[in-house]
Nanobody, 128 residues
Framework: QVQLVESGGGSVQAGGSLRLSCAASGRTASSYPMGWFRQAPGKEREFVTSISSSGGRTGYADSVKGRFTISRDNAKNTVYLQMNRLKPEDTAVYYC?????????????????????WGQGTQVTVSS
């Protein structure tokens, strides 16, 4: 069983930055592809970004491309989401997710159904 714990959420004005962290428990957590998803009130959960287990490949939703950066430190079993130039429409609960298998260390996954473990979420609020 893998536990994911997000941190770093908060409130910020439009144009500001936040850095989210997701700490994964378990000895094999560094072998998991990871992703970030978000869910705004009244909306479905949506893909934000993902990263392969090696960290060598990443994917982004068009809405965050060029503003958000995902990275990972496998020695710390932690994935990060650097969010710059935040917009009010980025307001949501952000969830970290992990997939326990992968076809290769360079695979990343953009669909929520591809993930096996989820964190509790951290709130990000961007005011205009």
């Amino acid at each position: 069983q893998v536990q994911l714990v997000e941190s770093g959420g908060g409130s910020v004005q439009a144009g500001g930055s936040l850095r989210l962290s997701c700490a994964a428990s378990g000895r094999t957590a560094s072998s998991y592809p990871m992703g970030w998803f978000r869910q705004a009130p009244g909306k479905e959960r949506e893909f934000v970004t993902s990263i392969s287990s090696s960290g060598g490949r990443t994917g982004y939703a068009d809405s965050v491309k060029g503003r958000f950066t995902i990275s990972r430190d496998n020695a710390k079993n932690t994935v990060y989401l650097q969010m710059n130039r935040l917009k009010p429409e980025d307001t949501a609960v952000y969830y970290c997710a992990a997939r326990k298998t992968s076809l290769s260390s360079n695979m990343y996954y953009n669909s929520a159904v591809s993930y096996d473990y989820w964190g509790q979420g951290t709130q990000v609020t961007v005011s205009s």
